[in-house]
């Protein structure tokens, strides 16, 4: 699929843009919409659709949770509050995740331009290097 995505028609330029897209959606509170709204706010850049939904995928699970607890705890300090404590079962945990949503989206406007900057500027030069290749 990252071939397909690689030579479709977009620049190397365009294809960071649509990464660093995909990677904003994946490190921000959109859980269970990254790939609509990759689709949508790729279609609104008008850049590639399918690298944005690929690229909102690249924080898998393992990862992205751990980042997502970052941002909760960055936007609970930024309010000036303590950190929420994660305690009890899962359906707990989800009862206190809309307690800190406005803390999330907080630490999410911090952390996601960054994380998305970091993909941008690492696809370019194997963006670069593809279409170099494919001439």
């Given at each position: ?64 949770i751990p980042i997502w607890a970052f941002e909760v705890r960055l936007g ?60």
């Amino acid at each position: 699929m990252w071939r397909r995505a690689l030579t479709e028609n977009a620049t190397p330029q365009r294809f960071a843009f649509a990464v660093a897209l995909g990677a904003f959606i994946s490190a921000g509170p959109f859980w269970g919409v990254r790939a609509p709204l990759a689709i949508a706010a790729a279609w609104v850049t008008r850049l590639n659709r399918l690298t944005a939904i690929l690229a909102s995928h690249l924080l898998f699970v393992p990862l992205v949770i751990p980042i997502w607890a970052f941002e909760v705890r960055l936007g609970a300090r930024l309010l000036g509050h303590e950190p929420p404590c994660w305690t009890g079962d899962a359906a707990q945990k989800i009862d206190q995740l809309r307690h800190v949503l406005g803390f999330w989206c907080l630490g999410a406007a911090v952390v996601a331009p960054v994380i998305a900057a970091a993909c941008g500027l690492a696809a370019y030069p194997i963006a670069r290097r593809w279409k170099a290749r494919a001439r």
